[in-house]
């Protein structure tokens, strides 16, 4: 059976915030209910992340204000308890999908890291076609990863426009989080890796015209080869009628001598 005691969030991103719960429960709602049914996951990662925050939450005591005491969620009675743990599960599950893109990222960065090393000693870089594509193809799969997400990481959800308090809550957890400034260095890193496969695809263009250029190369002299049989062929041909001309001359001229 799955756990009663304690409340989870759903979030479209495909994140989930529990309160109240183990990480035993957890993995079970995971196992059982997420993973049970059929697409209900879209563009599955590889690890599940996981984010812990320390809270507070006390829903009949009128002595404990709901906001961040530090490093530490709390809620009280006011407002709806709910809607508070609402506001800031949306947050910790913006943070739990950046640290899955910033680990995505991370990686694609360090399978590159030769590159930037390669080029200072102005060498070419000894990937195969094949090489230069998969990388490539890993960036825009974290890019597809990327927009999947559909609301920008510095934006505030819709949902908290006309509910100032709970957009209060919502930025308090966000600013504990450093989602903005993390989201600005993965932007930052993303334009790096960026620079990084126009390099790589750059290559790509000049390994395909160099080897369109020896195709051509490759052409031209096979042409020129056929060219000269033919040019020999024609010159040989010559020298044999020459050859019979003047056979056929010597014969004549002994004939009329006898």
Same mark, same amino acid.
């Given at each position: 059976m799955i756990p009663t005691d304690g409340e989870i969030f759903l979030f479209q991103s495909g994140a989930f915030v529990s309160w109240g719960l183990s990480t035993h429960q957890v993995e079970r709602f995971l196992r059982e209910v997420i993973e049970a049914v059929p697409g209900a996951e879209t563009g599955k990662y590889d690890d599940v992340e996981f984010e812990d925050a320390p809270y507070r939450a006390d829903s009949a005591s009128s002595h404990l204000t709901t906001g961040m005491s530090g490093d530490t969620i709390m809620v009280g009675a006011t407002p709806d308890p709910l809607l508070a743990?609402? #506001?800031?599960?949306?947050?910790? #599950?913006?943070? #739990?999908?950046?640290?899955?893109?910033?680990?995505?990222?991370?990686?694609?960065?360090?399978?590159?890291?030769?590159?930037p090393r390669i080029l200072q000693r102005g060498q070419k870089i000894p990937w195969s076609r094949s090489q230069v594509l998969q990388q490539l193809g890993e960036l825009l799969h974290f890019r597809m990863m990327l927009n999947l997400h559909s609301e920008s990481f510095l934006d505030?959800?819709?949902?908290?426009?006309?509910?100032?308090?709970?957009?209060?809550?919502?930025?308090?957890?966000?600013?504990?989080?450093?989602?903005?400034?993390?989201?600005?260095?993965?932007?930052?890193?993303?334009?790096?890796?960026?620079?990084? #496969?126009?390099?790589?695809?750059e290559q790509l263009s000049e390994t395909h015209s160099l080897n369109l250029e020896w195709c051509i190369i490759l052409l031209i002299t096979v042409e020129v080869c056929f060219e000269l049989i033919h040019y020999w062929e024609k010159y040989r041909d010559a020298e044999q009628a020459s050859a019979s001309s003047a056979s056929a001359s010597e014969s004549e001229s002994e004939s009329e001598s006898a």
């Open positions: 743990k609402l #506001a800031f599960s949306h947050g910790v #599950a913006r943070s #739990a999908k950046l640290a899955v893109l910033e680990d995505l990222l991370d990686r694609y960065l360090r399978s590159m890291a030769k590159v505030t959800p819709d949902y908290y426009w006309t509910k100032p308090q709970l957009e209060a809550y919502y930025d308090a957890i966000c600013r504990n989080l450093d989602i903005n400034s993390r989201t600005r260095i993965l932007n930052t890193k993303l334009d790096y890796a960026n620079e990084l #496969a126009a390099v790589l695809r």
